[in-house]
């Protein structure tokens, strides 16, 4: 993919196209991964500027993980890279949307395509998993 937009080395530099999201109190935005050809919803997670950024200027996903406090390149220990074709954001300006190649075919850490996998039986549940694990995560994740 193109690059989007050109790295920018100054994380408070003037970017008004950052500047026009509404960032929480930390910092971060909320960015649903969606398959670009599917439109099935593969992932939740928090982004924030440099994360944004670095994703706009290489076209890989790349988030923020609150429980690493760090940068989290989707595919970095699994392989399971997302390649981002298109980001958008909502008429508020609050969240993020990717579209995006999941590589590998695998977004959930629990093996399986999509972190959505859960779906409520009936009226009053339980929750049951809907879908499969395509691979196991022991494999995954050594």
Same mark, same amino acid.
């Given at each position: 993919?193109?690059?989007?937009?050109?790295?920018?080395?100054?994380?408070?530099?003037? +970017?008004?196209?950052?500047?026009?999201?509404?960032?929480?109190?930390?910092?971060?935005?909320?960015?649903?991964?969606?398959?670009?050809?599917?439109?099935?919803?593969?992932?939740?997670?928090w982004t924030n500027r440099e994360a944004l950024?670095?994703?706009?200027?290489?076209?890989?996903?790349? $988030?923020?993980?609150?429980?690493?406090?760090?940068?989290w390149r989707k595919g970095e220990e699994s392989?399971?890279?997302? +390649?981002?074709?298109?980001?958008?954001?909502?008429?508020?300006?609050?969240?993020?949307? $990717?579209?995006?190649?999941q590589e590998g075919g695998i977004a959930c850490?629990?093996?399986?395509?999509?972190?959505?996998? $859960?779906? +409520?039986?009936?009226?009053?549940?339980?929750?049951?998993?809907?879908?499969?694990? +395509?691979?196991?995560?022991?494999?995954?994740?050594?």
């Amino acid at each position: 993919m193109p690059r989007l937009v050109t790295m920018s080395k100054d994380l408070n530099a003037d +970017l008004p196209w950052l500047d026009a999201l509404v960032w929480d109190e930390q910092g971060l935005l909320p960015v649903i991964a969606q398959d670009a050809a599917s439109g099935r919803v593969l992932m939740f997670a928090w982004t924030n500027r440099e994360a944004l950024l670095e994703t706009a200027a290489t076209g890989r996903a790349v $988030y923020w993980s609150r429980s690493r406090r760090r940068l989290w390149r989707k595919g970095e220990e699994s392989g399971h890279v997302q +390649l981002v074709s298109d980001i958008r954001t909502d008429c508020d300006g609050d969240v993020i949307l $990717y579209s995006v190649t999941q590589e590998g075919g695998i977004a959930c850490h629990t093996g399986r395509e999509s972190c959505f996998f $859960y779906r +409520l039986d009936g009226e009053n549940g339980p929750w049951v998993a809907a879908d499969p694990v +395509l691979k196991n995560p022991k494999d995954i994740y050594k």
